[in-house]
């Protein structure tokens, strides 16, 4: 049974840094399409970045410079640091693994991320 498990959200003051952390288990972690979602009310669940299996990465224009994505095969885990962070960053982060050729999606719970002073 595949699962994620999304850990390091919270409440931060804008301006500040979080770090979330998404551990995986019962798939083949390393071969996987690796991304962040962010969901706010009324919105659709929009890509904030990815990684793929062979580390190349894929970010969001609105958080271009201020987030980094990363994943640690040996541990299967992917993390994202998030600096600088703004009101609009505010929401329900997801973590996903992708396999495109088998057309695959998983998804975690969610952690939920509140920027706010």
């Known amino acids: 049974q595949v699962q994620l498990v999304e850990s390091g959200g919270g409440l931060v003051q804008p301006g500040g840094s979080l770090r979330l952390s998404c551990g995986a288990s019962?798939?083949?972690?390393?071969?996987?399409?690796m991304g962040w979602y962010r969901q706010t009310p009324g919105k659709q669940r929009e890509l904030v970045a990815a990684i793929t299996g062979g580390r190349s990465t894929n970010y969001a224009d609105t958080v271009k410079g201020r987030f980094t994505i990363s994943r640690d095969n040996a541990k299967s885990t992917v993390y994202q640091q998030m600096n600088s962070l703004k009101h609009e960053d505010t929401g329900v982060y997801y973590c996903?693994?992708?396999?495109?050729?088998?057309?695959?999606?998983?998804w975690g719970k969610g952690t939920l991320v509140t920027v706010s002073s």
């Open positions: 996903n693994a992708y396999l495109a050729i088998e057309a695959i999606n998983y």
């Open positions: 019962g798939l083949g972690f390393s071969i996987y399409t």
